[in-house]
């Protein structure tokens, strides 16, 4: 009882094959978490490289009345 059977082991390296094997789900699942995590950090450390629109200034085009509020 104490000791595992030849097919204990079979179960263990078949669970442990499916798991982490080459194109198992988990693997997959793994590097999508990973991809994700990466591109969370690219983002916060891309924080102050905006070229975009900062501080409110809003990136829709200006109506004919807000361009003629800018000239005067």
Request: cysteine-free; hydrophobic content about 40%; charged content about 30%.
């Amino acid at each position: 009882m104490g000791s595992m059977s030849i097919w204990h082991w079979a179960i263990v390296i078949v669970v442990v094959a499916v798991l982490f094997g080459g194109r198992g789900k988990l693997s997959s699942i793994m590097g999508d978490a990973a991809k994700g995590i990466r591109a969370f950090k690219d983002g916060l450390s891309d924080d102050g490289k905006k070229d975009g629109p900062q501080d409110g200034v809003s990136s829709l085009p200006r109506t004919d009345a807000e361009k003629e509020e800018l000239k005067r």
